[in-house]
């Protein structure tokens, strides 16, 4: 007999989004939709999925199991963010002002603005101050039904505080319900110390960046940002193949402001993924489909800077690009948390169907962070993190837009969010 300590029963619909992973193409369109569904878990990983007479026929309740009542909702496997900035000191406001007012994104950061700002604020920032204001974004994310994120460094730009950015993702990872994934960005653009002599600050990144964190086991993945007033492709192949060297995992800001050439480089390098990519080649979506390179799309931040052009999703799924999407969580061009809004503006703006935007923010997005075989579906023997939305569809997630429509959140089978509100704020032994 299957064991469970946590049951949902009798859901109006259980969107499992099961099956290949990545989805690619027409799978993007199947949600494995069971309607009256049941789930079951036992010890974090879940144990059953179907309909009441089979859960009836094969589970046994243990002592002390939890039921949640879902015949008024949705059931979701729990959300993955698979590109954010999470730890950074200041906000940027005004410069959202300058923006409106008709100042472009590339004015502003020549100008003394943009990331270098959020380099000084969160290298004034102390540690604690930091932590807790990390912490706060995730137990936002947790509310809206993120489950899993990803977190980039890249604000510190020192050696120090690069280190210093990992380690409060890694502790957050450590004692927060939402599993943290960490990247390492130090070569998010260039210090200021370093604009007259960039170089350096490559060779900086090569010699001693990338060993102490690997020496340190602080990041799983080394990112760029590789686009013109950033990093050079000649430079971002360089410090992403030490990265590689050292057994580093890659991803690449690839293709956001001009058409850089950037996804090429992350197919050929093997890259996880590549990420924003509003002006990808036709060549470079043709080679991210033949090495299975995930694409993670950010329309959030096309929104936030008014940019009049995103992506091209729909091309990229017809080539068989595997599409993931993400906030890209930033102080400067996405301050914003919302998954569920983020799968709402990929549907209005970028042309996707809604079954495609919850396969790419589900079981893509795992693939995007190389987690798909232990999370992203409702599956047995995965990690049993589940969304339970009041909503009488799935549609109605985009739908009806703006709000939150997260009742409960059960990660690695413990509820944390119960009726909106977070209940425990720890990770489990």
């Given at each position: 007999m299957i064991k469970a300590d946590l049951v949902i029963e009798n859901a109006r619909q259980v969107i499992t989004c099961r099956g290949k992973a990545p989805k690619l193409r027409g799978e993007m369109m199947d949600l494995g939709l069971i309607t009256q569904g049941w789930v079951a878990s036992y010890r974090g990983k879940i144990s059953y999925v179907g309909e009441e007479k089979g859960f009836k026929e094969k589970v046994t309740l243990e002592k002390g199991c939890k039921v949640i009542d879902a015949s008024e909702a949705v059931v979701l496997p729990g959300l993955v963010d698979s590109h954010t900035h999470l730890v950074f000191g200041g906000s940027r406001?005004?410069?959202?002002?300058?923006?409106?007012?008709?100042?472009?994104?590339?004015?502003?950061?020549?100008?003394?603005?943009?990331?270098?700002?959020?380099?000084?604020?969160?290298?004034?920032?102390?540690?604690?101050?930091?932590?807790r204001d990390a912490r706060r974004r995730l137990d936002y994310m947790l509310r809206l039904g993120t489950t899993t994120c990803e977190a980039k460094s890249g604000y510190g730009q020192t050696v120090d505080d690069e280190l210093k950015l990992l380690h409060i993702s890694r502790e957050l990872h450590q004692s927060h319900p939402i599993d943290v994934v960490n990247t390492f960005l130090g070569a998010h653009t260039f210090p200021p110390e370093y604009l007259s002599r960039k170089e350096e600050y490559v060779d900086l990144l090569i010699s001693e960046f990338l060993p102490r964190v690997r020496e340190d086991g602080l990041a799983e993945f080394c990112d760029v940002f590789?686009?013109?007033?950033?990093?050079?492709?000649?430079?971002?192949?360089?410090?992403?193949?030490?990265?590689?060297?050292?057994?580093?995992?890659?991803?690449?800001?690839?293709?956001?402001?001009?058409?850089?050439?950037?996804?090429?480089?992350?197919?050929?390098?093997?890259?996880?993924?590549?990420?924003?990519?509003?002006?990808?080649?036709?060549?470079?979506?043709?080679?991210?489909?033949?090495k299975g390179v995930a694409a993670v799309l950010l329309p959030g931040s096309n929104f936030f800077l008014r940019l009049n052009r995103y992506p091209p999703a729909r091309r990229m799924i017809e080539a068989g690009v595997p599409v993931a999407l993400a906030t890209d969580f930033n102080p400067g061009t996405a301050m914003n948390e919302s998954m569920p809004l983020t799968i709402t503006l990929a549907c209005l703006e970028m042309g996707l169907f809604p079954e495609e935007a919850i396969n790419a923010a589900t079981i893509n997005s795992a693939y995007a962070v190389e987690l798909h075989k232990s999370l992203g579906s409702i599956e047995m023997g995965k990690k049993a993190d589940f969304i339970i939305c009041s909503i009488p569809n799935y549609l109605h997630l985009i739908y009806h837009w703006g709000i939150n429509h997260v009742h409960t959140v059960v990660k690695d089978g413990k509820i944390v969010v119960k009726e909106g509100r977070i209940i425990n704020q720890g990770r489990f032994p």
């Open positions: 406001e005004v410069e959202f002002v300058q923006r409106l007012r008709g100042v472009s994104y590339q004015e502003i950061a020549r100008s003394g603005g943009g990331i270098l700002s959020t380099v000084r604020a969160t290298r004034a920032a102390s540690y604690q101050v930091l932590l590789c686009e013109e007033g950033a990093f050079s492709l000649e430079q971002s192949r360089a410090i992403l193949e030490s990265g590689a060297r050292l057994g580093f995992k890659l991803k690449l800001h690839a293709d956001q402001l001009t058409s850089s050439g950037g996804a090429e480089l992350a197919a050929e390098l093997g890259a996880i993924s590549a990420d924003h990519l509003d002006y990808i080649s036709d060549r470079g979506i043709e080679m991210l489909a033949e």
